[in-house]
């Protein structure tokens, strides 16, 4: 259920006009080489990267969002939100904090926090390829298909290799230009 459409409006003009990512930092570097549509053993980028992105730098606010994954991954999204809560409290800038926590309002059907929260990760990590791949599930399911291509378009020029969002850019290019059967 779509909690605020207004929100959802709001944060998608937001979201489509962040800066390029800067890419002074070594993930930085491996964006840049995962970016190359001609890279060879890309999951490995892909790998490197999510793992880095999981280092939020402390060791207590790591075990939050390994215990938030694992509930989320045991279908507990309520001990998923409890645990990414308080990552999120304790850690307001760490991006992928809040991209788990969306992930766990998503699997309890809460569209509008999920929303908050990857506004919130797109804020702090513009080059959140998953956050933005997890944005475009959510307009697709809510009926907004021309953004979703828009933003599963972007996750794309960060990471043409992922399967998940070349097929959905080309199942959402189907439909918003008609071709869909």
Known sequence: MVRSRPLLNAFLAAALALPAPALADGVGELLQRLSDPELDRWDRVESRILNEWSKSGSAAMDLLLQRG???????????????????????????????????????RGDYGPAVADLGR?????????????????????????????????????????????????????????????
């Open 121 to 181: 990760a797109l804020a702090l990590n513009p080059s959140h390829f998953a956050a933005m791949a997890g944005l475009g599930l959510i307009l697709e399911e809510t009926g907004r298909e021309a953004q979703a291509l828009e933003v599963f378009r972007a996750a794309r020029t960060i990471h043409p290799h992922q399967p998940v969002i070349s097929r959905s850019v080309a199942r959402l290019e189907a439909r918003v230009s008609g071709r869909d059967t």
């Open 69 to 107: 994954r694992a509930a989320l991954e045991a279908g507990d999204a309520e001990a998923a939100i409890d645990h990414l809560t308080a990552l999120t409290d304790h850690a307001p800038d760490f991006a992928e904090g809040w991209n788990a926590r969306a992930a766990a309002f998503y699997e």
